[in-house]
């Protein structure tokens, strides 16, 4: 088959390898598509936790098209997604009931063989079948969608909530709109892209506010004016230190600071420990996710998230480079997706 390979950081090519063996209790999904996440550029530049060699892609659709003799609960031609971690069951963790902190855990498509290649297997116990009213670009947006599920887990939205949150890229979006349907009082979203910031006023925000890289004041003045007491929950979602920080300047006594992008792992912010102390403030990080594929799936199909006119750019895998360079730089995108079988 054909597949995308990192040799190392920032060497990559299409290249014939292997077809991925079938084992007696796994699936073989023939991927139709497969999403660019900003995790895949850091991958690219050997900043996240993979090693090579690599085939990388863990946001992935398509059809069923083989089977293990163990597997009853699906059929060759079955349209499904998977769920890309992996959990070992036995360690500290996993034995306390907290599996996303697995001592051994593993993702496909960032610590194993993923799905930017015309194949994949994976185990049946991670497979889920997706609805036909759910294009397989829409299913693709499932692993994200279940991100935000878990981060929602940790946000704990309260009714009458007022939130502020940095960045609507493709996850940003989809997080606002479960933030909206959460009964919040008010959902303030920032970015520095206009059409985004359109798009997702479109679908739930109450108020957006232009960012200018240039200038912080700007924005700041505007966002105190429509909540001069400060903010319940603030949410990055930028993934940059710099916002990190600027989440706290909205912060009101008792408020929730949110890191749910992924910064550099170098980055430091600075923070007042008296602050946190006398406001009460909650400080919490949302990572990955585990178990939330079903749900997920659950609010694509009933509206609840639509990721429909998130995907702006699709590609086949000969351009991975192309659509790499489209994620990795300012311009009018949102998700670019790969189609390996074209």
């Given at each position: 088959?054909?597949?995308?390979?990192?040799?190392?950081?920032?060497?990559?090519a299409?290249?014939?390898?292997?077809?991925?063996?079938?084992?007696?209790?796994?699936?073989?999904?023939?991927?139709?598509?497969?999403?660019?996440?900003?995790?895949?550029?850091?991958i690219?530049?050997?900043?996240?936790?993979?090693?090579?060699?690599?085939i990388?892609?863990h946001?992935?659709?398509?059809?069923v098209?083989?089977?293990?003799?163990?597997?009853?609960?699906?059929?060759?031609?079955?349209?499904?997604?998977?769920?890309?971690?992996?959990?070992c069951?036995?360690?500290?963790?996993c034995?306390?009931?907290?599996?996303?902190?697995?001592?051994?855990?593993?993702?496909?498509?960032?610590?194993a063989?993923?799905?930017?290649?015309?194949?994949?297997?994976?185990?049946?116990?991670?497979?889920?079948?997706?609805?036909?009213?759910?294009?397989?670009?829409?299913?693709?947006?499932?692993?994200?969608?279940?991100?935000?599920?878990?981060g929602?887990?940790?946000?704990d939205?309260?009714?009458?909530?007022?939130?502020?949150?940095?960045?609507?890229?493709?996850?940003?979006?989809?997080?606002?709109?479960?933030?909206?349907?959460?009964?919040?009082?008010?959902?303030?979203?920032?970015?520095?892209?206009?059409?985004?910031?359109?798009?997702?006023?479109?679908?739930?925000a109450?108020?957006?506010?232009l960012v200018?890289?240039?200038?912080?004041?700007?924005?700041?003045e505007?966002?105190?004016?429509?909540?001069?007491r400060?903010?319940?929950?603030?949410?990055?979602?930028?993934?940059?230190?710099?916002?990190?920080?600027?989440?706290?300047?909205?912060?009101?006594?008792?408020?929730?600071?949110?890191?749910?992008?992924?910064?550099?792992?170098?980055?430091?912010?600075?923070?007042?420990?008296?602050?946190?102390?006398?406001?009460?403030?909650?400080?919490?990080?949302?990572?990955?996710?585990?178990?939330?594929?079903g749900?997920?799936?659950?609010?694509?199909?009933?509206?609840?998230?639509?990721?429909?006119?998130?995907?702006?750019?699709s590609?086949?895998?000969?351009?991975?480079?192309?659509?790499?360079?489209?994620?990795?730089?300012?311009?009018?995108?949102?998700?670019?997706?790969?189609?390996?079988?074209?």
């Open positions: 088959m054909r597949a995308l390979v990192y040799d190392k950081p920032e060497s990559f299409v290249r014939e390898v292997p077809d991925p063996v079938c084992g007696e209790n796994d699936v073989v999904i023939k991927v139709a598509v497969c999403g660019i996440c900003k995790t895949d550029v850091h690219h530049h050997g900043r996240f936790i993979s090693k090579f060699p690599l990388p892609g946001e992935f659709s398509g059809t098209a083989k089977v293990g003799r163990n597997v009853t609960d699906f059929k060759v031609g079955d349209r499904v997604t998977a769920d890309n971690t992996v959990l069951g036995y360690c500290y963790y034995r306390r009931d907290q599996p996303l902190y697995c001592d051994n855990f593993f993702s496909r498509g960032v610590t063989s993923g799905g930017f290649a015309q194949y994949i297997v994976v185990g049946h116990d991670k497979v889920f079948r997706i609805p036909y009213s759910l294009s397989f670009e829409e299913a693709s947006m499932t692993e994200p969608t279940a991100c935000v599920i878990h929602m887990d940790v946000i939205v309260q009714p009458g909530d007022r939130v502020l949150l940095f960045g609507c890229g493709p996850t940003g979006i989809i997080l606002a709109q479960m933030i909206k349907h959460s009964g919040v009082a008010r959902l303030v979203v920032a970015d520095p892209g206009q059409f985004k910031l359109d798009l997702v006023r479109k679908l739930g109450d108020d957006v506010v200018d890289r240039e200038d912080f004041s700007l924005h700041r505007k966002i105190r004016d429509l909540e001069p400060g903010f319940d929950i603030i949410v990055d979602a930028t993934g940059k230190p710099e916002v990190v920080q600027e989440c706290f300047d909205f912060a009101k006594k008792g408020s929730k600071i949110v890191v749910y992008g992924v910064c550099p792992e170098e980055a430091r912010i600075s923070v007042s420990p008296y602050e946190i102390f006398q406001n009460e403030y909650k400080i919490v990080g949302s990572f990955a996710q585990t178990h939330c594929f749900r997920a799936i659950d609010v694509m199909e009933r509206g609840v998230v639509k990721v429909k006119e998130l995907i702006t750019h590609f086949p895998l000969e351009e991975y480079g192309r659509a790499l360079e489209i994620v990795s730089k300012p311009g009018k995108k949102l998700k670019v997706v790969i189609r390996p079988n074209e």
